[in-house]
C-alpha cells in the first residue's frame, strides 16, 4: 500500500517561510516522479513543483520559481518543499503525490501524471 504523508503547513505572514515535508512508503519504482501540488478554495488542482527522483531533474511553475525549492533525501523516501518569501496567493492545501512508475518530464508538474497523492497540508499566508 503506497501512502504520502505530508506535514509542515501552518499559517505565516507574507514574506516568511515554511518547510513542508512528505513522507512516502509502500513499493515505487525508482525512476519517478515526484511533486508537490496545491489547490486554493474554488479554484483547481495546479502543479507547484516535481522532481525525478532517478536523475534528480527538477521542474517548476512560474510562480514558484526562483521561491520555492524542491529536494529529497538521500534514500529518495522523504520529500520536502522549501518555500520562501511567501505570499498570499500562495494559501492553499498542498499535496505531496507521485506517479505509480516512470516520469514523462516534460509534463512532470501536471497533475494527470500522478497516481498517488497524499491527504494534503493547509498553508495560510496572512498579515
Same mark, same amino acid.
Given at each position: /500500500?503506497? @501512502?504520502?504523508?505530508?506535514?509542515?503547513?501552518?499559517?505565516? /505572514?507574507?514574506?516568511?517561510?515554511?518547510?513542508?515535508?512528505?513522507?512516502?512508503?509502500? %513499493?515505487?519504482?525508482?525512476?519517478?516522479?515526484?511533486?508537490?501540488?496545491?489547490?486554493?478554495?474554488?479554484?483547481?488542482?495546479?502543479?507547484?513543483?516535481?522532481?525525478? !527522483?532517478?536523475?534528480?531533474?527538477?521542474?517548476?511553475? *512560474?510562480?514558484? @520559481?526562483?521561491?520555492?525549492?524542491?529536494? @529529497? *533525501?538521500?534514500?529518495?523516501?522523504?520529500? %520536502?518543499?522549501?518555500?520562501?518569501?511567501?505570499?498570499?496567493? *500562495?494559501?492553499?492545501? %498542498?499535496?505531496?503525490?507521485?506517479?505509480?512508475?516512470?516520469?514523462?518530464?516534460?509534463?512532470?508538474?501536471?497533475?494527470?501524471? %500522478?497516481?498517488?497523492?497524499?491527504?494534503?497540508? @493547509?498553508?495560510?499566508?496572512? !498579515?
Amino acid at each position: /500500500q503506497v @501512502q504520502l504523508v505530508e506535514s509542515g503547513g501552518g499559517s505565516v /505572514q507574507p514574506g516568511g517561510s515554511l518547510r513542508l515535508s512528505c513522507v512516502a512508503s509502500g %513499493y515505487f519504482y525508482s525512476s519517478r516522479c515526484m511533486g508537490w501540488f496545491r489547490q486554493a478554495p474554488g479554484k483547481e488542482r495546479e502543479g507547484v513543483a516535481a522532481i525525478y !527522483s532517478a536523475g534528480g531533474n527538477t521542474k517548476y511553475a *512560474d510562480s514558484a @520559481q526562483g521561491r520555492f525549492t524542491i529536494s @529529497q *533525501d538521500n534514500l529518495k523516501t522523504t520529500l %520536502y518543499l522549501q518555500m520562501n518569501n511567501l505570499k498570499p496567493e *500562495d494559501t492553499a492545501i %498542498y499535496y505531496c503525490a507521485a506517479t505509480k512508475s516512470g516520469c514523462y518530464i516534460a509534463a512532470m508538474i501536471s497533475p494527470y501524471e %500522478y497516481a498517488y497523492w497524499g491527504q494534503g497540508t @493547509q498553508v495560510t499566508v496572512s !498579515s
